[in-house]
């Protein structure tokens, strides 16, 4: 069996395996549908847990009181 065959046959097996695609044209828009869904969510409410105030502020006395520590800090993000 040569190799050329061999593809022609592979082909074959695959379009049998693989059924085309049929419809693949969308029946409406979504957009407004998309539109209607975010205008019904509320806005989120973004809290902050206290241990991050904590850090922040822990963060913010030490780049105050040693401004050293600034380059440390860039170095390590």
Known sequence: MSKEENNK?????LRQAIAPAQD????????PQMLRKLEEQPAPVVRVPWFDWALAAILSAVLVFFPGSILALLYHL
């Open 9 to 13: 046959e592979m082909k074959e097996l």
């Open 24 to 31: 693949t044209e969308l029946r409406r828009d979504l957009w």
